[in-house]
């Protein structure tokens, strides 16, 4: 894919950068708003995958990204853009989807735009090409906090991450 239009997805993960909950645990306006892209209904429920779904679909938006897609209406956009409120649940997103997108295994280097999903049932988004395989992999998740769990009682947002490429399951990419 276009790596200007890859660009613009990074993009829209990293103007979050910085998002807290608020209210509580999983709990917030934003929060709300990132899970209301998913099939689940809004609730004080991990929100990694609902995210990226809002990631997804704020790029979706743009008129560029839908002609390259071939997306040419908005009943269109929504059936190919993912809604699994669940990290693993992207796995048959993309399958369903191999001619737009492909799977690849953890052996292989991340590139930007890449969605990541990890062993420990998370999922965000790759915002800098890998140089070497065994370097740490560049992300912006949701539902993280500074130490890099995944979903800790206090201070969870979006942030930018550093992480380990053997807690890599699978990535997925725009073809």
């Known amino acids: 894919m276009n790596k200007e239009l890859i660009q613009k997805f990074v993009d829209v993960a990293k103007s979050q950068i910085g998002v ?3 209210g509580g645990n999983n709990k917030g306006a934003k929060i709300v708003e990132y899970q209301k892209t998913t099939w689940l209904k809004p ?3 991990p929100w990694c ?3 990226v779904c809002w990631c997804l679909k704020i790029w979706l938006n743009d008129n560029d990204v839908r002609t390259y897609l071939k997306l040419f209406d908005e009943n269109e956009v929504n059936k190919f853009r993912c809604q699994d409120a669940s990290a693993f649940g992207w796995e048959k997103w ?9 799977i690849l295994t953890e ?3 991340a590139q930007a735009g890449d969605i990541v999903v990890f062993d420990f049932s998370h999922v965000g988004i790759v915002i800098s090409d890998q140089e070497f395989i065994s ?3 560049e ?3 949701g539902n993280t906090n500074g ?3 995944r979903d800790s009682v206090s201070g969870d947002g979006v942030w930018k991450k550093f992480r380990p490429s053997s807690l890599v399951k699978f990535y997925i990419r725009f073809r």
């Open 135 to 137: 370097d740490p992999i």
């Open 94 to 102: 993309a399958r369903d989807r191999s001619s737009m997108l492909q």
């Open 43 to 45: 609730d004080a429920w």
């Open 147 to 149: 130490k890099g769990e």
């Open 49 to 51: 995958s609902a995210f």
């Open 139 to 141: 992300t912006v998740e």
């Open 107 to 109: 052996v292989k280097k």
């Open 20 to 22: 807290k909950e608020e």
